[in-house]
């Protein structure tokens, strides 16, 4: 989708705020505005957790309904007030992304019988999770069947012909303008390479091929019963160095072909939002596994946002890697909070040892991250990539008993965050030098496995305690 400014030739302001204000500042103003008015006009009443106003307590059924009443009224009071919004380009829609998830309520998808510890998400059909040992359900399938008491996807790759009998030769034959290249207009765009070839890399900027892809593979999936297309790979960089297509037999360069372009990544944006929408006509949601890449927050943030469901692999879990940590980390944290406090979020870790072989450090790294930024509909997925398909039997240690989250996390220091749950609470230190100290509230508080510790609590580096009381 295109950078959303306020293009609309309004004289004057609102609080402050100019008609050619860049739109986060207006949504930020918009929902400051909102809430001085809701306090004002209802002080005796909390404010709506997923609500328009975006704001963080928990509030009963009336209270929300009386908070989206009153979201209407301001929102209509500001647009009486002469604000419109359109987004820059040739393509104007009503509101982006954000913004959709900013006014929206929230719609619950995945079927989660409890708020309390840890719900899980499997990860293909050819990964089943054992849950003996940890307890609790699974909630979502990345790449399988629904079944009783979990929702299901079906997968397919962001920008290739999921067909493996689909090569150059039968597009030539029967799509030739569909096949993305590299700027030598001769090589196929191929981002990813199996031990049996690669998927061919198709031009989704072609309104023909995005018919061709979903009449094809989306549309049989959702006739099957199927409700969420899982879009795998989903980035916004060009990692398969794309540079155009052939269109009615004469090339057309879209791109530069360098990993960092501006325009392939309004592309992927387009595609996706083009894919959402058309997917909710047909009564259909979208699953993104979108890749947390560079420094652009906000185009990160608007991708994320088109989703209906949002799966972020190896966010703070990298197999044996250097596990995240300082401006990265809380960058990722940071995204992760906002994601989970909006829309069903995938947590995705990928563990140095097996699931079963996890010691203390690492399940507690996995799962104190996780229920620092865990919403009412996210989940924890945890695979090691050097397994093989089989069935995957989780520890106890990836659920601990917890309980349900009481607050929002807070910071501690500049690299570390802590979380009180109803029986617990999960301190990170995400710090790639410091050791944190940190005072623990009062009370008893033990170990995982229910050994008592200090009430100063002491972590290394890249480290995270999960504590019980």
């Known amino acids: 989708m295109d950078k959303v400014h306020q293009v609309c030739p309004l004289k004057g302001r609102l609080g402050g705020i100019r008609a050619n204000d860049q739109f986060d500042d207006w949504q930020d103003r918009k929902r400051q505005i909102g809430n001085q008015l809701y306090s004002s006009f209802l002080p005796t009443f909390g ?189 916004l960089r060009n990692l398969g160095g794309r540079c155009g297509a052939y269109r009615e037999g004469h090339w057309s360069p879209f791109f530069s072909g360098k990993t960092i372009d501006p325009d392939y990544a309004t592309s992927v944006l387009d595609w996706v939002a083009w894919l959402r929408d058309r997917l909710h006509r047909e009564g259909g949601r979208l699953a993104l596994n979108a890749k947390i890449d560079g420094d652009d927050a906000r185009s990160v943030r608007q991708l994320v946002a088109s989703a209906d469901i949002w799966l972020l692999e190896a966010g703070f879990t990298r197999n044996c890697k250097e596990r995240v940590s300082d401006d990265r980390w809380h960058s990722r944290m940071d995204l992760a909070r906002w994601a989970a406090a909006r829309i069903p979020w995938v947590d995705l870790d990928k563990s140095c040892a097996p699931p079963d072989l996890l010691d203390d450090d690492e399940a507690q790294w996995i799962v104190a991250n996780f229920l620092l930024a865990k919403g009412s509909q996210s989940v924890l997925g945890v695979i090691h990539d050097g397994d093989p398909s089989r069935q995957l039997r989780y520890p106890a240690t990836l659920n601990p008993p917890v309980g349900h989250p009481v607050a929002e996390a807070v910071q501690i220091n500049t690299a570390a965050m802590m979380r009180m749950y109803s029986k617990g609470l999960v301190v990170v230190n995400a710090s790639s030098k410091a050791v944190l100290r940190f005072k623990l509230p009062q009370g008893v508080w033990t170990d995982i496995h229910g050994k008592p510790i200090s009430r100063t609590l002491i972590l290394s580096p890249t480290a995270a305690a999960v504590l019980l009381h």
């Open 47 to 235: 404010r709506n957790r997923r609500g328009p106003l975006g704001s963080p307590s928990e509030i009963s059924k009336a209270k929300i309904k009386v908070s989206r009443r009153f979201a209407l009224i301001s929102h209509a009071m500001m647009m009486l007030a002469g604000f419109c919004i359109s987004p820059a380009g040739a393509k104007q829609t009503a509101n982006s992304a954000e913004d959709r998830l900013q006014t929206l309520p929230t719609e619950w998808i995945l079927p989660l019988p409890t708020q309390d510890g840890v719900t899980f998400a499997q990860i293909t059909e050819k990964r089943p999770i054992d849950l003996t040992r940890s307890g609790g359900s699974i909630a979502f399938i990345w790449g399988g069947k629904s079944g009783k008491g979990w929702l299901g996807s079906r997968y397919y790759p962001m920008d290739r012909d999921l067909n493996r009998d689909h090569d150059i030769t039968w597009f030539q034959s029967n799509l030739a303008d569909a096949v993305a290249y590299r700027c030598d207009g001769k090589t196929p765009a191929t981002t990813y390479t199996y031990r049996w070839g690669s998927y061919m890399p198709v031009d989704v900027t072609n309104p023909r091929v995005r018919d061709y892809l979903f009449k094809t593979y989306m549309m049989p999936a959702l006739a099957g019963g199927e409700k969420v297309i899982a879009l795998d790979n989903v980035s």
